[in-house]
C-alpha cells in the first residue's frame, strides 16, 4: 500500500500498490505534511502540526486490492504549533526526530509511544539533517550558521560547528 496526503486536507490516502485502487482514507486530526514509513513497514509516522501520528495498516494480503483497515495513534509533541521541515528516521526506527520552526528537535519513541524534545543551542531552529549509519550521532544545520552535532545517546546538542553561511541543507553520507 502507498500512503499520500496533500493540501489542507486532515486525511491519508491509502492505495494499493496491486492496482493503484483507492483502498482506504485516514483520518488524522490535522493536515499531514511529512509522512515516512519505519523501516519494518509496520508503521507509518506522519507529522501534522503540533503533533505526530502513527498509521497502523492491518491487511490479511489477500487479492487485488487486499482489505485493509487502519488504526492511527496521536501524539502532541506539547510545544504548540510549529511548522516542520523535515521527519528523520534511523535505520532502527526507534525513534524519529522532526526538524521545525521551534529552537529544539522534537522526538517521538516509537516503542512506548513518547514524545520528548532535544533543546538546540543559541536558540536556533534546525533546517534538515541527517543520522550517522549507528545512529548515534545525528547532524541538523541550525539558522544560526552552525551545524549542530546531536548525540543521540545522551540526548543533547553536543557541539556546533560554525560555518561561515546558513546551513539550510545538510545530508550526512555514509563512509
Do not use: E, W
Request: proline content about 7%; hydrophobic content about 40%; aromatic content about 4%.
Amino acid at each position: 500500500f502507498g500512503l499520500a496526503a496533500g493540501g489542507s486536507s486532515h486525511n491519508l490516502i491509502v492505495s494499493a500498490a496491486c492496482n493503484g485502487s483507492l483502498s482506504d482514507t485516514v483520518a488524522t486530526p490535522g493536515a499531514p505534511t511529512l509522512l515516512r514509513s519505519l523501516p519494518d513497514a509496520s508503521a507509518v509516522l506522519a507529522v501534522d502540526s503540533p503533533g505526530i501520528d502513527v498509521v497502523t495498516p492491518a491487511t490479511n494480503n489477500a487479492g487485488c486490492p487486499p482489505a485493509i483497515a487502519d488504526s492511527v495513534t496521536s501524539k502532541d509533541f506539547g510545544q504548540g504549533p510549529f511548522t516542520p521541515n523535515q521527519l528523520i528516521l534511523p535505520s532502527s526506527g526507534a525513534k524519529a526526530f522532526v526538524t521545525s520552526n521551534l529552537s529544539m528537535l522534537l522526538v517521538y519513541t516509537v516503542n512506548g509511544s513518547a514524545v520528548s524534545t532535544i533543546p538546540l543551542a543559541n536558540g536556533a531552529h534546525a533546517f534538515t539533517g541527517g543520522v550517522l549509519g549507528d545512529g548515534s550521532m545525528l547532524y541538523v544545520g541550525g539558522s544560526d550558521n552552525a551545524v549542530h552535532r546531536i548525540d543521540l545517546n545522551a540526548g543533547s546538542d553536543a557541539q556546533q560547528i560554525s560555518v561561515s553561511f546558513t546551513p539550510d541543507l545538510v545530508a550526512v553520507v555514509p563512509k
